[in-house]
């Protein structure tokens, strides 16, 4: 009743092409945008904002960044640790050799020096496909890891191996209170997600996942696969990249490669297939799953009162955490994107279905 | 579309912690644990939080609190990760009446993340035994505390060590010493000290890294049995120290030939190894047992009446006693702080200057009942580690039994490695480095 598009002619083009063609769906991202920027970072503790919302940001974005390579081109990849580790390292680097760079631009150039990375590890998904490429982006795992372990450089002679991050200042300005660390993520997130969204409907997404549906016919209908496969790479590992420097800079402060441990890879993967392949709000659900529900769960015998020693808790965390996981992924094994978007046509006839 | 369940899980979960918050009770000092028992690293976390929890509730119990405020406490499991290790330090800091009092990490990944959180929030870190070495220097970085001694005054303490064995400095000349350690901040801040220590004394370093988190050591135990070298230092946490023992004899390298860190030296590494472990030698910063006066309390007030953490048989094991000294230091240093701001509930920061004021002379601790349990200690504002010392036990397939006397790093090399490492971190960060003489 309330979800009804009836009556919304669409009299040109650029408002057929909206984003969001449905008015209804406008207003909600509009008021949900309008509530995570202005109410949100009042209303939150700082509990919230430092330990809940800045990491699930900053994981959303490198899922959104691995959902592009995953799921709209097909090609599937565990080694985004090792990207965000690269960019969490190169923005160091960066920003320690040229002190007094804007941090937006260090954070950029960190990006490119991770899509670099994904470009030289993408390589190899121009020869295998599937399970075979999967192990083979391990390589990247393992590789980098090493690297930042070994090559002191990196570390810029740390002798724990252990690196933190310089003061936040943009523009002169600190971002030092919890809200304003969550404002800038925020804002990363908002660009990266209209970016990418934007993307995945153009030229390059087309290409994308033609490569993804059967890449010998989208060779002959003339899309280059090196080319195709690599801007996603590219693409994939740069918005990884960042995401690793604010998860580095922002959330950690202080970190060590076993911050971006192969545990890590696994996670975003997961996030992209529990949130669900090929779409970008999936990223959203599949970050809010994997970040906020174990803490979640492990603080819900307290708040129930009841009362369960440390180890417990943690256990029942663990395998509550993993039958939701299959529970999930049997209900729906398209993710919790398609979940939700069996809701939204039940509400577009709701209260009359047929 | 994509934010409205993010917001509305967010609103479920806000109400659900605002609902949460329980009422609570005034006149009480809270003092967080971060713990981990489960996981690679549980063996050794597990007794080290018992020990913890089991001080903390017999003060509570026989001396009704700290001067009659009351200690609340709350674990949070961080599995040794250190992002959920800074989730549950961002839980816990704001609970009791005035926040939590210090922080027990008991990890060092965890105390390099939270030493750039804590002087935010004014609350000081107890990282006894581990940590960053340059927090030894108050006065670059006032708000952490390696109480009993530093990676390095460990390096420096086994070196000393094996200086007597081989008859003196001189006669290390020549010699291969090997470091096995866990591939992570843990394991590699011994380095810089054990390679000065080499170039000085013209020994050999060999470095040999695990990974996390150390099942896999094949390798590296094949390199010793290659190489041979003439001692192994091994600074391993968790399953990893067991399975060394393992490999070790696998290899046949001499057990009296390697020595463990203080963290490397607990029954559950060696229980584990079985005939293995039989003749490794480890640093301890204490005795193990259950026979001092405060097990004795501990007994009597706690598991006399069921209220203990654990089990009986737990109680005195090598990290339990580590635990229960934490646990001491914590209560000491809210102590010497209530003789400063008055007998009530004192915040993070009045708890620092606690700490840095910690002094536990000889006959003190007679009157705790940790006489022979632990060695006088005093903290100041320029030293943070309050008196480096450890002595040598070796494990005769039962207990751990001393096989040298208290050792004293040699502060001559120690303190100007941690002085200067700490500039190079104040010049990184833009701190001051004269925190000491503006209080």
């Known amino acids: ?354 | 579309m994509a934010k409205l369940l993010k917001t509305g899980l967010f609103a479920v979960l806000g109400m659900v912690l605002a609902m949460a918050a329980p009422a609570l009770a005034q006149n009480e000092q809270f003092i967080p644990s971060l713990v981990y028992r489960t996981g690679p690293y549980a063996p050794n976390g597990i007794p080290f939080a018992n020990g913890v929890a089991d001080y903390l509730k017999l003060v509570n119990e026989r001396d009704g609190g700290i001067n009659g405020v009351k200690i609340s406490t709350e674990e949070c499991e961080t599995g040794y990760a250190t992002d959920r290790g800074v989730e549950c330090y961002e839980r816990l800091k704001g609970k009791g009446p005035t926040g939590a009092s210090l922080f027990m990490p008991l990890s060092t990944g965890i105390t390099y993340a939270l030493m750039e959180k804590v002087p935010g929030d004014k609350i000081p870190l107890l990282n006894s035994g581990y940590g960053r070495s340059e927090s030894g220097d108050g006065n670059v970085i006032p708000w952490s505390f390696p109480v009993l001694g530093t990676y390095w005054d460990a390096a420096d303490i086994a070196m000393t060590y094996i200086a007597k064995e081989v008859g003196g400095w001189d006669k290390l000349k020549g010699k291969k010493v090997a470091l096995v350690y866990h591939d992570s901040p843990y394991g590699k801040e011994p380095i810089p000290l054990l390679q000065a220590l080499g170039k000085q004394h013209a020994f050999d370093v060999e470095l040999l890294p695990v990974t996390h988190p150390g099942v896999e050591q094949k390798a590296t135990w094949l390199q010793i049995r290659q190489n041979r070298p003439d001692y192994v230092l091994l600074w391993g946490w968790g399953v990893m120290n067991s399975t060394a023992l393992k490999e070790a004899a696998a290899v046949a390298y001499p057990r009296d030939k390697m020595i463990g860190v203080w963290w490397a030296g607990n029954e559950s590494d060696t229980v584990p190894a079985e005939d293995a472990a039989k003749g490794y030698k480890a640093l301890a910063l204490n005795p193990t047992g259950s026979n001092f006066p405060v097990h004795a309390d501990i007994f009597k007030y706690l598991y006399d009446k069921n209220i203990g953490v654990t089990d009986r048989k737990d109680v005195g094991s090598v990290l339990y006693n580590r635990g229960v000294i934490n646990a001491l230091f914590a209560v000491e240093a809210v102590r010497t702080a209530q003789g400063k701001f008055g007998k009530k509930p004192l915040t993070g920061e009045q708890v620092r200057w606690g700490l840095e004021n910690l002094d536990l002379p000889a006959d003190a601790l007679k009157k705790l009942g940790f006489e022979g349990l632990l060695r006088p200690t005093k903290v100041t504002c320029d030293d943070h580690t309050g008196g480096s010392q450890a002595r040598v036990f070796q494990w005769d397939g039962k207990t751990w039994q001393f096989v040298s006397d208290w050792i004293q790093s040699d502060q001559k090399i120690v303190r100007p490695m941690i002085e200067a490492a700490a500039k190079k971190y104040a010049g990184e960060k833009n701190l001051p480095t004269n925190a000491c003489k503006q209080s």
Not at chain 1, 87 to 106: E, K, Q, R, T
Not at chain 1, 252 to 274: H, K, N, T, Y
Request: charged fraction near 10%.
């Open chain 1, 1 to 354: 009743m309330i979800y009804r598009e009836a009556g919304q002619f669409r009299t040109s083009y650029a408002a057929d092409q909206a984003l969001f063609p449905i008015r209804q769906d406008r207003l909600f991202v509009w008021a949900v945008i309008i509530f995570a920027f202005l109410f949100v970072p009042f209303l939150a503790s700082e509990y919230l904002l430092r330990a809940i919302l800045i990491p699930f940001v900053i994981l959303a974005i490198a899922a959104i960044g691995l959902n592009i390579l995953v799921g709209y081109c097909g090609q599937i990849s565990l080694g985004s640790a090792a990207f965000m580790a690269v960019g969490a390292y190169a923005s160091y680097d960066i920003a320690i050799h040229i002190p007094g760079l804007n941090l937006i631009v260090v954070f950029v150039l960190g990006g490119v020096c991770a899509a670099a990375a994904g470009v030289l590890f993408g390589l190899p998904s121009l020869r295998i496909k599937g399970y075979y490429l999967a192990v083979a982006t391990l390589a990247a795992q393992f590789f980098f890891d090493w690297l930042f372990i070994r090559i002191p450089w990196f570390t810029n002679y740390a002798p724990s191996g252990s690196v933190s991050a310089p003061t936040l200042r943009i523009f002169g300005m600190r971002f030092d209170t919890p809200a304003g660390r969550y404002i800038f993520c925020l804002a990363i997130l908002a660009v990266v997600a209209l970016a990418a969204k934007n993307l995945v409907r153009g030229r390059f997404g087309r290409m994308w996942m033609a490569i993804r549906d059967m890449d010998i016919a989208a060779e002959i209908i003339g899309i280059r696969p090196l080319q195709a496969k690599l801007s996603a790479f590219a693409l994939s590992s740069f918005v990884i990249g960042v995401s690793g420097a604010l998860w580095a800079f922002v959330h950690l402060g202080s970190w060590e490669p076993l911050a971006f441990s192969i545990d890590r890879s696994f996670e975003l993967l997961f996030m992209v297939v529990i949130g669900g392949i090929g779409s970008i709000l999936g990223s959203f659900l599949g970050a809010a799953f994997i970040t906020i529900l174990p803490i979640f769960l492990n603080q819900l015998p307290g708040l129930l009162g009841i009362p369960l020693s440390t180890a417990m808790i943690s256990h029942i965390e663990f395998m509550t955490f993993g039958a939701l996981i299959v529970f999930f992924l049997i209900v729906e094994p398209h993710g919790l994107a398609r979940l939700w978007a069996i809701a939204r046509q039940k509400l577009r006839l709701w209260p009359f279905p047929h």
